[in-house]
């Protein structure tokens, strides 16, 4: 009788003693629809499809109520606009004339491996890619969509631009927000039949943070793209979204970052070239951050020597860019140099080699590394927050004949001078050099055969109570038998002050 005021009030009474009754929601959805509520309508058909997926009759009916609710300027418009771009698609998808000339394009760019592999979701017509581009979220409502929306002329859907002419009039028109830039924006466009086309705008594809097109782009959970490598530094400082400030903890703690393939497909299928110019770009970015003797990474922090383990734990932002870089170049190095108060960094620094890098879940990592070779800093500078430096590597000048002979005697008579000093220490002080330097490496029988000199040394070096200066100073020794000797002097010296401490503390006990 079309009461929908009282078919209301009843269907309300019913959904609220039977909340889970299908019947009761679709019966409310009626009368609300008699009433006009458009929005409640689809409101409780959405509450029919959760209580019943099944029902298709209600699908049609909700499809058809979001088109009314999005699209209220045409009646039609729903029929019109998802025809339009099923038909040009599917054409895109199934010329082979636009595919081989696309994917040629596409092979100078050198952004795949097999161009044909990644164009076939877009001339599979059956492709998930396809149906994602055409708002489907499930292949099997491919026959429901069709079946509700037939199949209408094309009447050429296009991204336009305004023009002169248009531009003052879409000025009036309610959310239109005039563009600041007015040089005409670069597109590429794709012919898709008779006089049809698609325009793609580079800028549609531009990462927000490096205003550079997208290059390994991930989508955050609350739906924002960046390339890997900005999100990556983003997350360096704040576990926020740089958009929209949402929470990226999770994202964070499992570093799951995958590459987001429907954007990664269209930039290769419709933007080859300016994709093939960011992959140039990003390859000499990499070509440069490898380079072992110019621009160096600088950590600048603790002393470090060759052959001696140095683990550090990393948690300030520059430092995790800079870890993060010496592993994506491969190189899995970096300089460690000590502060100087003028110069910045010390003279003198150690290379050190990654062997391993954990991460824990707000980002920071604990960083298992070996000092490899000696260096002395040509000159400096920062790089992202981190220093930076121009290098060149040193090495002990060798010697021979009777030189040599007597760098060997030398050479054996301080190694056994440091094994007993080490092993008249306290026991607790030997647990705890062991946990951070390892055991002590065992005597050379050629103490010319590694360019930075005799493992042992440099152990010993680290083990012993020496102020920075003068571990520093040894460093920059390329004399193996100075800093033996050098050694063998601070050995004697600490020797006669722990004999005094000794004597001193017996003779108290005497006493007492």
């Known amino acids: 009788v079309k009461n929908y005021e009282h078919a209301l009030q009843d269907a309300d009474a019913v959904c609220q003693n039977e909340p889970l009754l299908t019947k009761g929601h679709h019966v409310k959805a009626q009368a609300l629809s008699g009433l006009g509520r458009s929005k409640e309508v689809l409101k409780e058909f959405l509450y ?6 099944e029902c298709n009759s209600v699908k049609k009916e909700a499809q058809k109520v979001m088109c009314e609710v999005f699209f209220p300027a045409s009646e039609n418009v729903h029929q019109n606009l998802t025809s339009s771009i099923q038909s040009k698609l599917k054409a895109q998808c199934q010329s082979p004339v636009n595919t081989q000339s696309t994917v040629e394009g596409g092979g100078d760019a050198g952004s795949s491996e097999n161009p044909s592999e990644k164009s076939d979701v877009f001339r599979n017509t059956n492709s998930s890619v396809l149906y994602f581009i055409l708002g489907l979220n499930f292949e099997e409502d491919k026959k429901t969509l069709e079946s509700v929306l037939p199949v209408a002329p094309s009447s050429g859907l296009k991204r336009q631009f305004p023009n002169d002419t248009e531009e003052a009039h879409d000025l009036n028109t309610p959310g239109k927000i005039p563009k600041k830039d007015c040089s005409p924006p670069r597109t590429m466009s794709c012919e898709m039949g008779e006089g049809q086309g698609l325009s793609v705008d580079v800028t549609d594809f531009e990462c927000a943070l490096c205003m550079r097109l997208l290059f390994e782009p991930v989508t955050t959970p609350c739906g924002h793209t960046f ?15 740089p958009l929209c400030k949402d929470k990226l903890s999770e994202l964070l703690a499992s570093r799951n970052f995958n590459i987001t393939v429907l954007a990664e497909e269209l930039i290769f299928r419709y933007l080859s070239d300016e994709l093939s110019d960011r992959k140039r770009i990003y390859d000499e970015e990499m070509t440069e951050l490898s380079n072992l003797t110019r621009d160096v990474p600088i950590f600048v922090c603790a002393m470090a020597f060759p052959t001696v383990p140095c683990p ?21 190095r970096f300089g460690m140099c000590l502060s100087a108060e003028h110069a910045g960094i010390s003279e003198y620094g150690c290379m050190l080699e990654i062997k391993d890098v954990r991460t824990f879940p707000d980002g920071s990592s604990v960083v298992d590394a070996i000092g490899i070779s000696r260096f002395r800093v040509l000159s400096h ?5 981190y220093n930076t430096a121009d290098i060149e590597y040193i090495e002990d000048e060798k010697v021979e004949g009777p030189e040599y002979e007597e760098l060997t005697t030398l050479h054996d008579s301080v190694y056994q ?4 000093w080490f092993a008249s220490l306290q026991d607790h002080m030997k647990e705890q050099i062991l946990s951070h330097f390892g055991l002590m490496p065992d005597r050379e029988p050629a103490p010319q055969s590694n360019p930075s000199g005799p493992a042992w040394s440099w152990w010993i070096l680290a083990v012993l109570p020496l102020e920075r200066k003068a571990q520093l100073a040894m460093l920059g020794m390329t004399s193996l038998k100075e800093r033996l000797l050098a050694i063998r002097r601070i050995l004697v010296i600490i020797t006669r002050k722990m004999n005094s401490r000794q004597e001193l503390a017996n003779s108290r006990e005497r006493n007492n």
């Open 48 to 53: 029919c499809l959760a209580l019943n997926p």
């Open 227 to 241: 390339c890997l490598k900005c999100l990556e530094r983003c997350l360096d400082h704040a576990p926020h979204c």
């Open 312 to 332: 550090l734990h990393v948690f300030e932002p520059r430092y995790r860019l800079m870890i993060r870089r010496c592993m994506e170049t491969g190189t899995k």
């Open 417 to 420: 001078q440091s094994v007993s």
């Open 381 to 385: 500078r920062h790089r992202d927050g």
